[in-house]
């Protein structure tokens, strides 16, 4: 929990922190309404999420009887809190083999958190695999295989530029095999307007189901925190192809103030499992709605 | 999906509809829209509004010229200052004493190792000899990534692994390029978030030893309002001479390359527009206006058509039409094209003006999507000759093929009527006449 307020302290600073200045102990008029629209704009919450979110909270001014900006924050945290789904755990359990397949564009992070998330099952004592599923990048099965070290888990890989198919399948053959528990698929970043690539990746899918046949059992969406409104349409475009069970949201220790989790949230309706706020096998949390409100308003002194 | 600008602006003065000199009310109306699509385009809040002001002291008074609408007017005005923030495409400081150190700095994942090897490719191709160094040694492999971009461009690299301090090995390789008469030297670093301080220090102990005539952000085209503080930070700590914009080939509006040009007040040098690494070109300030204001983007489509098609089957396929030797197998693969090019809805997005349209006549996707597998269906069903000649179909042969796609003898007589008024215009553009296309969103 304190990595977690440390992580998400600067991003509190850079937004709460303005918006709880902002709506100091004065009568609400136009400006507080201008002040709050521009603070959720600036954390990239999206047009439309703060029209509605302004909406509603006007509405509550008038039927609670608020009227000083300080009682806003109140209201405002609550807004937020309702557009957040608590998450279902990952559904890994009550079968042989559980697959996790990853993905997501290029840069986003997708290594990293499978990393993070297999040491994070190898804590909890389950028997974990790791698929190379990205034969495209330079290296990327190199960065793969430390990750496995670290986390202790076995990586089955291929050669750089093979079929990522083929790869996967194998993986899952060698995970049966091996009597794994959870085998998380690693794939190559892709852009979601890009047809092949995302053809390829519905290929890797139904690859996996050739050996598990309701693989897979989760399918995380990789999104990079600093993302503006284009993590929407990522979203869109990766739930259409593979269909999305739920998202990983990166890179939340930097001042980028995750607003997109609202808005994915909102039109998704997509659970966010974990976010990553730092470069260690430690850094990844689960996302906890209440929490991340919660400390996101915290006057905290922990920087 | 976004409303062009253009749709939005044509929306407001549909109501207002006058013609004559702006007035500081028309350009208000329309600013606020204006306002919203550069918000919608992750162009920072503050950038915006700094940019809104500039247009409005530009647009009011202006004569609204005879060929142009109001909202035509005001998206001229817009597109020309945002031109002018973003800038002339900068260009590399290659003069002055070899070898000419080029440093990347910028966050995780933003491209730094791919956009070194792309730039190290392009200037070789221009006549100079460049060389990688592998300044980050904090990813898992990043050393790795470099060497083997490096090893299939044939390029040369230096690296020393991940035990040495960046600067050391920066500096180490700075000094085996010049020995090896490179002209040009990549410093590839490790991404770091702007706001940890012992690693911008890092960077600063690199710049300070290889004295780089550019340094140079590499950032997602993707990044939200988040543009303005990470350009800055780069910019205050380690002092930016220009931006690479990675990851254009997405769909993203790309309005934070407005915010750290704005920041900054460096130019934007380079876009990177692919995974090949080739797939580096020289920054279009036009292009990347137009998309910002989501005022469609043929060049994008262009370039997604390109993806999608067979340069060889479509060779073939104008010299068919052109030969009016166009058949339904042709039909059919042209068909299949179309559909690797996203759905109808998004094609639509893509073209300018057409917004409206689709607003209009409400193309309803999952429709036009069945309908295409309905034409789909009736083409498999029939011989390889009736596709070749279908004057063969008779009847009978309706009947069976009718039976054997699901859809019913009138289906077909529709598709073939549609097939002979596609043809019959072939025809026309093959003898060079622009033939009428009536109802063609139907």
Same mark, same amino acid.
């Given at each position: ?55 509603? @909270?006007?509405?509550?001014? *008038? +039927?609670?009887? &608020?009227?000083?900006? !300080?009682?806003?924050?109140? /209201?405002?945290? =609550?807004? $937020? ?39 994070? @099952?190898?804590?909890?004592? *389950? +028997?974990?695999? &790791?698929?190379?599923? !990205?034969?495209?990048?330079? /290296?990327?099965? =190199?960065? $793969? ?44 970043? *892709? ?14 899918? =139904?690859? $996996? ?95 | ?442």
């Amino acid at each position: 929990m304190a990595s977690l307020r440390k992580g998400l302290s600067r991003t509190r600073q850079s937004f709460f922190g303005r918006i709880a200045q902002a709506l100091g102990a004065t009568e609400i008029n136009d400006d507080t309404w201008d002040d709050v629209e521009e603070l959720l704009i600036q954390a990239d919450v999206g047009v439309p999420t703060t029209m509605q979110l302004i909406g509603q @909270m006007q509405g509550r001014v *008038r +039927r609670e009887g &608020i009227t000083r900006s !300080d009682q806003l924050i109140e /209201a405002l945290k =609550d807004e $937020l809190r309702g557009l957040l789904k608590a998450p279902t755990p990952l559904n890994l359990s009550g079968r042989v083999l559980s697959v996790v397949l990853v993905a997501g564009v290029n840069g986003s992070g997708k290594t990293t958190s499978i990393g993070k998330m297999a040491y994070r @099952m190898k804590l909890n004592n *389950r +028997r974990v695999m &790791i698929a190379a599923g !990205d034969t495209f990048r330079a /290296a990327a099965i =190199d960065q $793969l295989k430390l990750w496995g070290e670290r986390a202790d888990v076995p990586v089955i890989a291929g050669m750089p530029n093979s079929d990522p198919a083929a790869v996967v399948y194998d993986a899952v053959s060698a995970a049966h095999a091996r009597k794994m528990e959870v085998l998380i698929v690693d794939t190559a970043g *892709r852009l979601h307007s890009n047809f092949n690539l995302m053809a390829e990746l519905v290929k890797v899918r =139904d690859v $996996l189901r050739k050996v598990v046949p309701d693989a897979p059992h989760e399918t995380l969406l990789v999104l990079d925190g600093t993302t503006g409104q284009n993590a929407l349409t990522q979203a869109k475009k990766f739930q259409e192809a593979i269909d999305i069970t739920g998202v990983v949201v990166t890179k939340l220790d930097s001042t980028a103030k995750g607003g997109m989790l609202f808005a994915i949230q909102q039109e998704l309706d997509l659970p966010i499992h974990y976010i990553g706020i730092g470069e260690s096998i430690y850094d990844l949390v689960f996302f906890n709605p209440a929490t991340f409100v919660d400390s996101l308003f915290e006057n905290g002194n922990e920087e | 999906m976004f409303e062009s600008l253009s749709d939005r602006l044509q929306n407001v003065f549909d109501q207002l509809s006058r013609k004559g000199k702006l007035t500081e009310t028309d350009v208000d109306t329309a600013l606020r829209e204006v306002r919203l699509a550069l918000l919608e385009a992750d162009v920072n809040l503050k950038v915006a509004k700094d940019f809104i002001r500039r247009v409005k002291e530009r647009a009011i008074g202006v004569e609204v010229q005879k060929s142009l609408k109001p909202s035509q007017q005001v998206i001229k005005i817009v597109h020309e200052e945002l031109i002018d923030t973003l800038g002339a495409p900068g260009r590399l400081n290659l003069d002055g004493p070899t070898p000419r150190v080029i440093m990347l700095v910028g966050l995780q994942g933003s491209g730094k190792t791919t956009t070194a090897a792309k730039l190290a490719l392009s200037l070789r191709q221009d006549g100079r000899r460049p060389w990688l160094v592998a300044g980050d040694t904090y990813r898992p492999a990043a050393v790795d990534q470099l060497v083997t971009l490096a090893k299939q461009l044939n390029l040369p690299y230096y690296e020393e692994g991940t035990e040495a301090s960046p600067p050391d090995i920066c500096e180490r390789g700075l000094q085996a390029a010049k020995e090896a008469g490179a002209t040009v030297v990549l410093l590839d670093t490790a991404g770091r978030l702007q706001i940890d301080d012992d690693m911008m220090h890092e960077l600063q102990a690199i710049r300070d030893r290889t004295k780089p005539a550019d340094i140079l952000l590499v950032a997602d085209a993707m990044t939200g309002q988040e543009a303005v503080r990470i350009a800055d930070g780069f910019n205050q700590q380690v002092g930016l001479t220009g931006l690479i914009l990675t990851k254009v080939d997405g769909d993203a509006r790309g309005g934070a390359a407005i915010s750290m040009r704005e920041v900054t007040g460096v130019p934007i040098k380079y876009m990177g527009i692919g995974e090949k690494l080739d797939a580096l070109e020289l920054f279009h300030p036009d292009r990347l206006a137009s998309r910002i204001l989501g005022m469609g983007d043929m060049l994008t489509l262009i370039e997604r058509a390109e993806q999608a098609f067979d340069e060889r089957e479509a060779e073939e396929l104008q010299r068919k039409l052109l030969k009016n030797q166009f058949t339904l197998e042709d039909f059919l693969k042209q068909l299949q094209q179309i559909k690797r090019l996203g759905s109808i809805g998004q094609i639509l997005d893509m073209l300018p003006g057409m917004g409206r349209l689709r607003q209009q006549v409400d193309i309803d996707n999952e429709s036009a999507q069945a309908q295409l597998k309905k034409v789909e269906a009736i083409i498999y069903s029939m011989t390889p000759a009736e596709r070749r000649n279908p004057k063969r179909l008779n009847a009978s042969r309706k009947r069976r093929v009718a039976a054997g796609s699901g859809t019913t003898v009138q289906d077909i007589n529709v598709l073939l009527k549609q097939f002979r008024e596609m043809q019959r215009m072939m025809k026309m553009v093959g003898r060079g006449q622009m033939p009428k296309i009536p109802g063609m969103f139907r």
